[in-house]
């Protein structure tokens, strides 16, 4: 791989995130310089990483990223979990909170039924 190839380094980087080898995806992740993108699953692997690794001020800064993006009920409940590792109770409970006003789908569980 061509150590100026940001994208390649940025790929590698996702694969390894999805693998959970998190000091190989971050360091390819840097590496890259490529802007992360507004995907919150992604988004949400980078956190855990930071957090693995103990870097909890790149965990904040991620999580500040994390709750621009819009998230779906799981994806808002595995955020208020990561801002629960890093001490920011308020924000978890916020959150939360947050998710616990979005209208329910009552379809959805008589579909489950």
Do not use: C, W
């Not at 080898?21 to 802007?35: K, M």
């Not at 819009?70 to 978890?92: G, R, T, Y």
């Amino acid at each position: 791989m061509s150590p100026g190839d940001s994208f390649a380094h940025y790929y590698l980087g996702r694969v390894l995130l999805e693998a959970q080898r998190y000091l190989q995806a971050i360091q390819e992740l840097e590496i890259s310089r490529v802007p992360l993108p507004a995907d919150a699953r992604f988004s949400i692997q980078v956190t855990a990483g930071y957090i693995a690794l103990g870097r909890r001020e790149d965990a904040r800064k991620s999580l500040d990223h994390l709750v621009t993006i819009p998230l779906n009920d799981a994806q808002s409940i595995q955020v208020a979990s990561l801002l629960l590792a890093i001490h920011q109770n308020d924000a978890a409970i916020n959150l939360i909170q947050q998710l616990n006003k979005r209208p329910s789908h009552p379809e959805a569980a008589v579909a489950a039924i």
